[in-house]
């Protein structure tokens, strides 16, 4: 056996472990929320942060970049030699082998150094909020006491003509968010920061994402094409993620409550014009009279706001957005997100309860 065909069998056997490994673990979320989320987690990602969060650019963007090149490559290279007469099937079959040993690598790497959070107990848990069921009363105040947030913090900065905010204000606000929200909740501690805007913006604005977490290098890539207003809030919910927050509902409560801590109103703003979309969706399938009724008070500015980011999905509105929603959808299920991309209401749900819990409104 030759030296580069041991390391290959010995990589794949470790590998396999490891996968195994992954897949009995993730059944067991009081051992992940107290072994993995609230302990190695947190410091791993905290030194990912402190290693690649001073570079200018996302290394993440570029890893995967070459990730992708490096499995189409071998891809090709089977492809060609599938046609060598000359060739044995173990040479023609090995590239294919070296895609499969790239990906296996990629998944436990995924897992182990993030993805086992989506089996934690989370958000939920630790602010010991029961989100099992919220009337329809309830669910009224709730998008009434946001429509207040929304519309007084969209008078704020209109009066203050600050409405555009630049990327590095954006993160310092964000961060601030955290350390504030930190004094209420020791446990979430947001430590190195490793704030990046995405190399593939324009690209994003088509394939329909935001902005994403990448757990090879601990680095939040934020797209910084999308409108102006709605980039702060992303960045919130991402460092959620960066913290350990797999789930998109659990990215979008805790980025919420950082936000919402931060003294920066136009970053306020920003979570308040989210989550506020959210709950109106809520409250629309249940009861669209009183969704209208609330939706005609909206401030002129928060109008103006969501006609400018509905122009803007629909002017990138493409196939390729079907597909990223159908992939993300399956991902999340696999993940044990039941709900799929319907996963991210469930905020409005936990939000109900850490207002009714933690600051009695609504
Ligand atoms: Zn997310």
Known sequence: MTYAKLIRISL?????????????????????EKNYASAFFPRLASVLRFLFGWMPFSLGDILYSIVTI???????????RLFHK?????????PLLTAGLI?????????????????RKGIEHQ??????????????????????????????????????????????????????????????????VSLKPSLFGRIGNYVGFQGYYNPFTGEAQINTHIPNFVQPFVTSHEMAHQIGYASESEANFVGFLAATHSPDTLLQYSAYLDIFLYSIG??????????????????????????TERA?????????????????????????????IESYNEVTGWLIAYWKKYESSP
């Open 127 to 192: 602010l010991a909020l029961q989100n099992s069921t919220f009337d329809k009363q309830q669910l009224i105040e709730l998008n009434r006491a946001l429509l207040i947030k929304l519309n007084a913090t969209k008078e704020i900065c209109l009066q203050k003509k600050d409405t555009v905010m630049s990327s590095d204000r954006m993160f310092h606000s964000s961060v601030e968010g955290y350390r504030e929200l930190e004094k209420k909740f020791s446990f979430i501690r947001y430590r190195n």
């Open 312 to 340: 803007f999905a629909m002017k990138h509105r493409t196939f390729l957005q079907n597909w990223t929603d159908a992939f993300y959808d399956f991902y999340l299920r696999q993940n044990r997100q039941r709900k799929g």
């Open 12 to 32: 794949l056997f470790a590998l396999s472990v490891l996968a195994l490994f992954i897949f009995f673990i993730s059944g067991s979320p009081d051992w992940i």
């Open 282 to 307: 809520n409250l629309r399938a249940v009861d669209s009279v009183a969704s209208k009724e609330i939706g005609k008070q909206l401030h002129e500015g928060v109008k103006r706001d969501i006609r």
């Open 86 to 94: 000359t060739d044995s099937w173990a040479k023609k079959l090995s």
């Open 70 to 80: 490096s499995i189409l490559w071998q891809i090709g290279k089977f492809f060609v």
């Open 103 to 119: 990906l296996l690598f990629v998944y436990v790497y995924f897992y182990m150094f993030w993805g086992l959070n989506y089996y």
